[in-house]
């Protein structure tokens, strides 16, 4: 079957850090640009970061400088590394198949900061 | 970063109607158009990809339309199943954006 499984989530205090972890069955992970969107509790999404299939990364400004992302592709799997965690930072994170759309998501893992 | 607006934000709909959102880009993006479905603790789901091609498995009645600046998603007959929140995004430049979103519920 083809899915993305997210895990990592939890509470963290601000300040802290998470890292997330994503992994991919019934496809060729490597050949797929990847990505983590996030949505707070009831608003829209939120594009988070990306990497290409020659590992290429890109961020918004609201992350860059605190997050990272990376993918292992022995092991088809993606990753969000979360420093200097904020309260605005609380969100269901997805990670999401694409280059031009995001045709194939995972079902999400919470990240709560709070103290 | 190019915004992204939708209308309306929310709206009431009967099964057997046909509905209508529209999205708006802050500058040209060509035909780098997509639209999601996102039903309540569910994934959003691709619908539509380069303004007006359907995603495999999404049923017909479901269509998009538009160019440039202006977007817009038809259900030409919406079902009890369409009930859900809308939203665009663009591709056409880093950073990926996103719609607000526009919520369809029962009427």
């Known amino acids: 079957e083809v899915q993305l499984v997210e895990s990592g989530g939890g509470l963290v205090q601000p300040g802290g850090s998470l890292r997330l972890s994503c992994a991919a069955s019934?496809?060729?992970?490597?050949?797929?640009?990847m990505h983590w969107v996030r949505q707070a509790t009831g608003k829209g999404l939120e594009w988070v970061s990306a990497?290409?299939?020659?590992?290429?990364?890109y961020y918004p400004g609201s992350v860059k400088g605190r997050f990272t992302i990376s993918r292992e592709n022995a092991k088809n799997s993606l990753y969000l590394q979360m420093n200097s965690l904020r309260a605005g930072d609380t969100a269901v994170y997805y990670c999401?198949?694409?280059?031009?759309?995001?045709?194939?998501w995972g079902r999400g893992t919470l990240v709560t900061v709070s103290s | 970063d190019i915004q992204m607006t939708q209308s309306p934000s929310s709206l009431s709909a009967s099964v057997g109607d046909r509905v209508t959102i529209t999205c708006r880009a802050s500058q040209s993006i060509s035909s780098y158009l997509n639209w999601y479905q996102q039903k309540p603790g569910k994934a959003p789901k691709l619908l539509i990809y380069a303004a007006s091609s359907l995603q495999s498995g999404v049923p017909s009645r479901f269509s998009g339309s538009g160019s440039g600046t202006d977007f817009t998603l038809t259900i030409s007959s919406l079902q009890p199943e369409d009930f859900a929140t809308y939203y665009c995004q663009q591709s056409y430049s880093t950073p990926p954006t996103f719609g607000p979103g526009t919520k369809v519920d029962i009427k």
């Open positions: 990497i290409g299939t020659a590992g290429d990364t």
């Open positions: 999401a198949r694409g280059v031009r759309y995001f045709d194939l």
């Open positions: 019934g496809f060729t992970f490597s050949s797929y640009d």
